[in-house]
């Protein structure tokens, strides 16, 4: 007489608590952890940088727009702490009104940089009398707010 098979054996029971299922539950928790504070510090750097750039493009438009309009006075203005200790508003108006006259200002390109302290650079294209066509960089400097340093 023969006997039927035997079902096949299953392995036993883990006891919950036991070693290997906490520490999957602990890894489960610090990766998902990660992830959440990784996709909000990402997020607050892609904003801080974002916000960075807006202001430096408003600020190099402003600063086109008195050249353009010929203000030299107020292109002064807004110029860096460290332009304005070099010449006075006298000798930037007259350094302007001597060279070659301008016809068009045209904003190139505008860029942040933030490694090893917070810097910007807003290039030109300068058109002159007579179709000659010059790109200016004139860095930008943060003093609380963004200002052209010529």
């Known amino acids: 007489m023969t006997h039927p098979p035997l ?3 299953r392995p036993p029971r883990r006891k919950s608590g036991e070693p290997l299922p906490v520490l999957l539950d602990i890894l ?3 990766l998902a952890v990660g ?8 997020y607050w750097l892609h904003r801080s940088f974002e916000e960075a750039l807006g202001s ?4 190099a438009d402003e600063y086109v727009s008195s050249l353009r309009a010929g203000n030299w006075a107020d292109a002064y203005r807004q110029t860096c702490a460290a332009t304005q200790r070099s010449m006075t508003e006298q000798e930037f108006v007259a350094a302007q009104q001597s060279g070659p006259k301008a016809t068009g200002y045209e904003v ?3 860029s942040v940089d933030d490694h090893n302290g917070r810097r910007a650079t807003l290039i030109l294209r300068v058109t002159y009398v007579g179709g000659e066509v010059r790109t200016q960089e004139i860095p930008l400097v943060d003093e609380g707010s963004w200002y052209p340093c010529p």
């Not at 992830?35 to 990402?42: H, L, R, T």
């Open 7 to 9: 079902p096949p054996r």
């Open 28 to 30: 489960v928790t610090l």
């Open 35 to 42: 992830c959440v504070v990784g996709a909000a510090g990402g």
């Open 56 to 59: 430096v493009e408003r600020t």
């Open 108 to 110: 190139v390109r505008t």
